[in-house]
């Protein structure tokens, strides 16, 4: 195995971004699980001795990595604008569509605004503003979307009946 084991140990957690079982990342290391504990327990003294600002945790029979507690709020405030760059015009559509609509699949969507709409569906998904609500008894069963209490959250609404009232074209009917 090239590199040092700490650093490899490290990488491997650094890029799960999940907690990792120990005996799944002994047996994909090739290591006995007391020489992977040995490796860890040697990983978690190097972050707190260099002074890194991450730290390796556990959680049951897992282990992960996560940020210095006391750097929570530095972290938090540069991620705070990334959270709230602006949607562009195409997913704000698509946004409205399904919190007025739903629960709507990506058809219904299309027939509203006229064009495709994966980009901003698939947006929406990753910003956790839209989710999975299910399939339509149709053909071809298509996903049905709604929001989620993350979309009520960013705009600051604790239901969707404080959603402002629009003149949407009636249910079936294709807007202009």
């Known amino acids: 195995m090239s590199g040092n084991l700490t650093e490899v140990i490290e990488a491997i957690l650094f890029v799960s971004g999940d907690p990792v079982c120990v005996d799944v990342l002994a047996h994909a290391m090739n290591l006995t699980t007391s020489e992977l504990e040995s490796a860890l327990e040697a990983l978690s ?4 001795l260099e002074n890194h600002g991450i730290r390796l945790n556990r ?3 897992s282990v992960f990595l996560s940020i210095k507690p006391e750097l929570a709020q530095q972290v938090e405030a540069f991620l705070q604008p990334l959270k709230k760059m602006p949607l562009s015009q195409a997913v704000l559509e698509t946004l409205s569509i399904v919190a007025y609509r739903q ?3 990506k058809g219904d969507i299309e027939a509203i605004r006229g064009v495709k709409c994966d980009y901003s569906v698939q947006s929406l998904l990753n910003k956790g ?3 999975e609500a ?4 149709t053909l071809g069963r298509p996903i ?7 979309f009520l959250k960013h705009f600051g609404l604790e239901s969707l009946e404080q959603l402002p009232e629009v003149g949407l074209p009636p249910e079936g009917e ?3």
């Open 45 to 48: 003294d190097h972050l707190l």
């Open 59 to 61: 959680s049951g029979d």
């Open 103 to 105: 629960p709507v699949t």
């Open 129 to 131: 503003f839209i989710e």
């Open 134 to 137: 299910g399939r339509r008894e």
């Open 144 to 150: 049905l979307y709604r929001t989620t209490d993350a």
């Open 174 to 176: 294709v807007g202009v």
